[in-house]
């Protein structure tokens, strides 16, 4: 007997169903990775995001002793074409809850029809987007009472140790991930450890300090935040574990004082997978249909390009581009405040930035990246009300007092180099409501 275990979002050997039921069935295994970037749904993964997948495989590769088979190309055709070359008899996977379920569900239908066994877990969500529905059997466009729903629900299980795995390679394809010329990630090396262990150590250096500090994690010079998306992302570490640790984990009295806090962000990552798998077009569609109508700007080319490369003379809102740039990360109110600037003050449409973002981003995840975008724009679920325009001084002024960050990140800031404001913040708020009220007219 073989198994195929084919890997997705879940680059790790810890608290993997699908790799614990290929060792439970006591055969030979094949890990499978697929690079499927020409499959209808699949979207393509920006840049920064190609730099982390590239050496999440790297690490998984290592944990199973190089027994990791990377193959590039449509899984349809991959994954069938791996299971005859292996002579497998059952293929193992985690489910994803984006576009390419439909491919998983004619994949499973196919294989079964061949005389394949195949079995799909739950592994990525603490909660499957079908679970929690409304009384009416709808799902919730509200975070409050969907969050609410699922405490209720209870988690199911908690983390699964690592199986004891003997694993197979076939003959791998180069996928070419990294940035070549130029090699453009020298940040992100600084920054970040990709992998499982990178993943259980950032955890586990979060429970142990950060999170007794997370009620500060709106000022972005405070060391508050977790910084485990893009390992939650990747698969390296899984909802589960996260929730186990801070829930059942010991704690400081600050950090247990702040556990709920957190996992209702852990939460929030929940209620957009649970948008995305109801309205698959969340990144290219508004959720609201209303604002189908809304006018974005056009002319604006050298504005997007100041915002894109942090001199557009706003402190905050370059600060938080410039990190984007240099490690593939930005601090989360941060986040909200260059979106707001992008949308509201420059009038360009929220795909524009998600895009940017997704492209630049470690931690890219096809729901959270869409319905942050949309929740800023006010378009979106549960969204931030149009009008609530974020003005990045103010914010500076709450949460960098003392402008460490800012100054981190824009050392030229006070200094006759840094370039005025490409925009007048009051008038352009002025223009952005007004032309959401000609929005709710045409209704």
Request: one cysteine or more; proline letters at 6%; glycine letters at 8%.
């Amino acid at each position: 007997m073989t198994s195929v275990v084919w890997l997705r979002d879940d680059l790790r050997v810890a608290d993997n169903p699908a790799l614990r039921a290929a060792a439970e069935r006591g055969s030979d295994v094949v890990v499978l990775y697929v690079l499927d970037e020409v499959s209808a749904g699949i979207r393509p993964l920006g840049g920064a995001s190609r730099w982390w997948l590239h050496h999440s495989l790297e690490r998984l590769r290592e944990s199973l002793g190089g027994a990791l088979t990377v193959r590039a190309g449509s899984a349809s055709t991959v994954l069938p074409a791996v299971v005859a070359e292996a002579g497998a008899d059952a293929v193992f996977w985690n489910r994803r809850y984006t576009n390419g379920r439909e491919a998983d569900a004619a994949l499973k239908t196919s294989l079964r029809a061949a005389g394949i066994e195949v079995q799909s877990f739950q592994s990525a969500l603490l909660f499957e987007p079908w679970t929690v529905t409304t009384a009416e059997g709808n799902p919730y466009k509200v975070f409050t009472p969907f969050w609410k729903a699922c405490l209720e629900r209870g988690v199911s299980r908690g983390p699964l140790d690592a199986p004891p795995l003997s694993a197979t390679a076939l003959p791998s394809d180069e996928l070419d991930l990294l940035p070549r010329n130029p090699d453009w990630a020298g940040g992100l090396r600084e920054a970040w450890t990709p992998g499982e262990q990178g993943a259980l150590d950032a955890l586990e250096r979060f429970a142990e300090g950060g999170l007794a500090n997370y009620h500060l994690r709106d000022q972005p010079g405070v060391e508050a935040t977790s910084h485990l998306s893009p390992h939650l992302r990747f698969g390296e570490v899984s909802p589960f574990q996260v929730f186990h640790r801070v829930e059942h984990g010991p704690l400081s009295g600050a950090a247990r004082a702040n556990a709920a806090k957190f996992l209702s962000e852990v939460g929030w990552r929940e209620f957009n997978a649970n948008i995305l798998f109801h309205f698959p077009a969340l990144a290219t569609k508004n959720f609201r249909r209303e604002f189908d109508a809304f006018g974005w700007g056009t002319d604006y080319d050298e504005q997007l390009a100041a915002w894109q490369q942090g001199r557009t003379g706003i402190p905050l809102v370059d600060a938080g581009m410039r990190e984007l740039w240099r490690t593939g990360y930005m601090h989360n109110r941060v986040r909200m405040v260059a979106a707001s600037f992008l949308i509201k003050n420059l009038l360009i449409d929220w795909r524009v930035g998600e895009q940017w973002f997704w492209d630049c981003l470690v931690d890219a995840d096809e729901a959270s990246n869409a319905g942050n975008w949309q929740w800023v724009a006010g378009s979106g679920a549960d969204a931030a009300p149009y009008f609530r325009v974020f003005n990045p001084e103010l914010q500076r002024e709450k949460f960098d007092p003392d402008g460490a960050y800012v100054r981190r990140w824009v050392p030229e800031w006070n200094t006759p180099g840094y370039p005025a404001p490409i925009v007048d913040l009051k008038a352009s708020r002025a223009e952005a409501l007004a032309a959401y009220e000609a929005v709710k007219a045409s209704r």
